[in-house]
């Protein structure tokens, strides 16, 4: 169960949480293109270096900052922004980089829940809760914004084989990695599970190539070595 001392820690873990869900999706409602808004997003171990020194006190080292580098050059050559003929309206632009602040303070957050001692299962469906109570609670603030019902409506009359997909993709997409991660962050920093996130692109082409046969170009494969050398150097003492 989650302890009384740490409820007010979860309300605003998943007002964290809803935030960042709202601001990457508004995102690329507004037009944004997805190249640019997975780059603002991944901009995430850039904040967590930062608010980690803040919030967690811990130290930025010249190992980090390297990291960082390294790992923002890989997104580069993976994601290729600079190919977009247009960047979509200045408020998806600036949705999609408080996205990426507020997925730092998602890893910071799950940081102190393990320095709190809270078992990482209750730290999963606690943040799953909390998330769903806050985007419930902003979904009127949302409607009034986006007229579009087909990105806004809620309705329980989706088929029954919806269901399963969605339960599926909670179980593959949320629960697993969620508790892998939130384990894995009670013994290691902050900024260093931030850059280590950065995998996620690279394995996310990976499989795109095994199960869609989408092309690997030579940007993608510089791209990924860069940003596995960049959790080389942040991972080895």
């Not at 170009?217 to 860069?226: Q, R």
Request: proline letters at 3%.
């Amino acid at each position: 169960m989650i302890k009384k001392k740490m409820l007010f820690f979860f309300i605003i873990y998943g007002l964290i949480g809803a935030i960042a869900v709202l601001t990457q999706y508004i995102g690329i409602v507004l037009g944004v293109p997805v190249a640019i808004v997975s780059f603002l997003l991944y901009s995430q171990p850039i904040w967590t270096v930062f608010f980690g020194k803040i919030l967690l006190k811990e130290h930025i080292t010249s190992r980090k900052i390297l990291s960082v580098a390294i790992a923002v050059i890989g997104l580069l050559c993976l994601l290729k922004p600079w190919d977009i003929k247009s960047a979509g309206p200045l408020e998806g632009i600036i949705s999609a980089l408080i996205a990426g602040i507020f997925i730092s303070l998602w890893v910071i957050w799950g940081r102190k829940s393990g320095l709190n001692k809270q078992h990482y299962i209750t730290t999963t469906f606690g943040f799953a809760a909390f998330s769903l109570a806050w985007l419930l609670l902003l979904w009127p603030v949302l409607n009034y914004f986006i007229k579009d019902q087909s990105i806004v409506r809620l309705s329980l009359g989706f088929p029954s084989h919806y269901w399963i997909y969605f339960a599926l993709f909670a179980l593959i997409s949320g629960v697993i990695p969620h508790s892998l991660f939130y384990k894995g962050v009670k013994h290691i920093h902050a900024s260093v599970a931030g850059i280590l996130l950065l995998l996620e692109p690279v394995s996310a082409t990976v499989l795109a190539a095994i199960i869609f046969s989408q092309s690997i170009g030579l940007n993608v494969i510089l791209g990924g070595v860069l940003i596995i050398l960049s959790n080389y150097f942040v991972t080895k003492k």
